[in-house]
């Protein structure tokens, strides 16, 4: 899973780089350790957000902070922190070999979009996967060019759907990784 910071729409539909929150990484972070994810990247290329994660998980991760609270270490190492998704496909082909089949998500229905019954097949299949989650408005239209599908859009039949990133990337991981009916 990638937490996407840049490039990543505003309001107006410009691509910006949007800030790094605690709670996402918190929440993200839990999310990939209890689903036994690989990997949450929090994709970034501002330094001094990068900084900011990296010291967030620092604190938590070392001294003090990770006395009084071990495991919040253990899901807080999930999270690698890097410039770009170029970055990412590079860290993943180095780990597993192979290029990964990317998944991107949003708010808006799409006309062509992966159901989760078939992404989840497509998981029972060797391979890595790498979901893309955004941040402020959305993924900018650039990145969704040169991935493989968007996944099906959560509640896109109704008449509000706009989540949080954490509230989607729970449901969709559920959705891809439980064991529920
Ligand atoms: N600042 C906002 C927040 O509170 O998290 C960021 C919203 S951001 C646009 C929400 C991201 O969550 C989307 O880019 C997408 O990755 C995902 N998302 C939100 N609603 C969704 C839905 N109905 N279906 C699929 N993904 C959704």
Known sequence: MALVHYPVVNRNSEVIASAITNLDLHDLARLSRTYNMPGC??????KDQQSLAKRL??????GVGKELHPSRCEALRCLRVVDDIAQVR????????EEPTVWATTASRQATA????EARRQLSESGPKLILLGTAWG???SLLQGIDAVLETIRWEG???????????????????????
């Open 159 to 181: 008449t509000y759907n706009h989540l949080s990133v954490r509230c989607a990337a729970a449901i969709l991981v559920d959705r891809l990784l439980g064991s529920g009916p």
């Open 139 to 141: 993924l900018a239209p």
């Open 90 to 97: 590079q860290d993943i082909r180095r780990e597993w070999g």
């Open 57 to 62: 998980i620092a604190h938590w991760c070392g």
């Open 41 to 46: 990247y929090i994709v970034t290329p501002l």
């Open 114 to 117: 992966l159901p989760y019954r």
